[in-house]
């Protein structure tokens, strides 16, 4: 039976169904029947990008809390819970203040149009606005210029993790189109924090911040990622050096770090002692990014072979697990994708990496491939797979290796989902 959250939430998902359409005039109405707000959320850092924007948010609140700062978060999308959309100085919001929060949004709204998204962002700045910390960050859930988030007119900070090709049928065929739209939170006057671009994409968000006045912090110009054989920092033409001893796996989490740095650097608003910052990166807990599984079913069922998961799913984050997938024991793909992404674009990284595919199910009431399209477009790109009819059977066949593996479960938060439900994870929340 669901529950009285569950039943609201449901409830709210029918308000506009069928499709996303971009634009801040419904919010910004409900916001002023709500008495705005998202005018009341202390010192707000807004982030926008394709990769990245989750693990930079969880970094930067750990880093912030770590200097004994109190920190919200909003986030999406989800795991297992709605709330962990909704953070409350590191934690997932319980269920009482969110069904208040809902139902103020919903009451307000009193029946117009809008969608999900936006009622749900109207229902954080209520919640945090009932629990008030120093600081807020924003995440953007696509886009970034008619984003529902984007309200808030003079955040402390504006952030632009790396740009890649993904939304493409809402925010635009090409890079600079993207990119154009993610540098849409820029403000005039507000510092802007810049992770690796393309030179496309770079360029559009230069012209942006130009435009605006906004003070540029962009890798490779004002500051970038120096790595030695046994550590990362971050290094600026200031001067100024951070150790990045992140605890989150991968060569990009020193990338992410790096980015949180330059936050650091960049308004006096976010500064810490260097000690906070690297308490903060070493103790970081962001699940589903390059998450290894040691516990429940799953985790038995794969051994003696690593489980892996991980939330990728566009061509840039495949590039950057291939990246990880090159080290260590041979590596085996578990994949469920959205209908929205291209597969054959997906796979295509992983071509001499992956020693075997298998294909699974994003759930009978998800719009993803069917295990035989997706075991298709991975043998077209060259890839050895098989489809299976449950995530259970794909990781049962994982574990058949005669040698140990790493196998790594990825595609989409929908898969991610399904993996956590079937293991013990942990609580979910930024860690420190």
């Not at 039943?7 to 308000?15: I, K, P, V, Y």
């Not at 590191?90 to 117009?112: H, Q, T």
């Not at 970081?284 to 038995?300: D, F």
């Not at 593996?405 to 399904?418: E, K, N």
């Amino acid at each position: 039976m669901p529950s009285s959250l569950d039943a609201r939430l449901a409830r709210l998902g029918e308000l506009h169904p069928r499709s996303i359409d971009l634009s801040l005039d419904r919010i910004q109405r409900l916001l002023g029947q709500l008495g705005h707000p998202e005018r009341n959320l202390g010192r707000v850092v807004h982030v926008a990008g394709t990769n990245g924007k989750g693990s930079v948010v969880a970094m930067l609140a750990a880093v912030q809390r770590a200097a004994g700062r109190t920190v919200n978060a909003y986030v999406s999308p989800h795991l297992l819970h709605f709330n962990e959309r909704m953070l409350i100085d590191g934690k997932p919001i319980e269920d009482g203040p969110l069904v208040v929060a809902l139902d103020a949004a919903e009451a307000a709204n009193a029946g117009e149009p809008i969608t999900f998204f936006e009622i749900t962002t109207a229902a954080a700045f209520l919640a945090f606005g009932a629990r008030p910390a120093e600081i807020t960050i924003l995440e953007t859930g696509l886009g970034g210029r008619l984003d529902a988030t984007n309200v808030v007119k003079r955040p402390v900070l504006t952030v632009i993790t790396p740009v890649g090709l993904d939304h493409c049928d809402r925010l635009g065929s090409t890079l600079s189109e993207i990119a154009a739209e993610k540098a849409g939170i820029l403000k005039e006057g507000i510092p802007v924090v810049v992770g690796r671009q393309r030179p496309a994409a770079m360029g559009v968000i230069t012209r942006r911040a130009r435009a605006v006045q906004a003070p540029m912090f962009r890798h490779g110009v004002e500051w970038c990622l120096e790595r030695d054989v046994t550590a990362a920092r971050y290094v600026d033409s200031a001067g100024r050096r951070t150790e990045l001893p992140t605890a989150l796996r991968g060569a990009h989490q020193k990338e992410n770090a790096a980015v949180v740095a330059a936050c650091i650097a960049a308004t006096p608003d976010l500064a810490v002692p260097e000690e906070a910052a690297i308490r903060g990166f070493e103790r970081v807990r962001w699940p589903g990014r390059l998450q290894r599984l040691r516990n429940g079913r799953l985790a038995e069922m794969a051994a003696p072979s690593e489980l892996w998961l991980d939330t990728g799913h566009n061509p840039d984050s495949a590039q950057v697990l291939a990246d990880w997938g090159r080290e260590g024991p041979p590596l085996r793909l578990i994949v469920g994708l959205l209908k929205s992404k291209d597969p054959a674009s997906f796979f295509s990284p992983f071509r001499g990496i992956a020693v075997g595919v298998a294909t699974v199910s994003l759930g009978s009431d998800a719009a993803g491939w069917g295990p035989d399209e997706l075991a298709a477009a991975a043998m077209s790109v060259g890839l050895c797979a098989t489809p299976f009819d449950s995530l259970e059977a794909a990781v049962r066949w994982a574990g058949e290796a005669e040698t140990c593996h790493r196998v790594l479960m990825t595609g989409s938060f929908l898969l991610a989902g399904q993996v956590l439900r079937c293991t013990e994870a942990g609580e979910f929340g930024i860690g420190f």
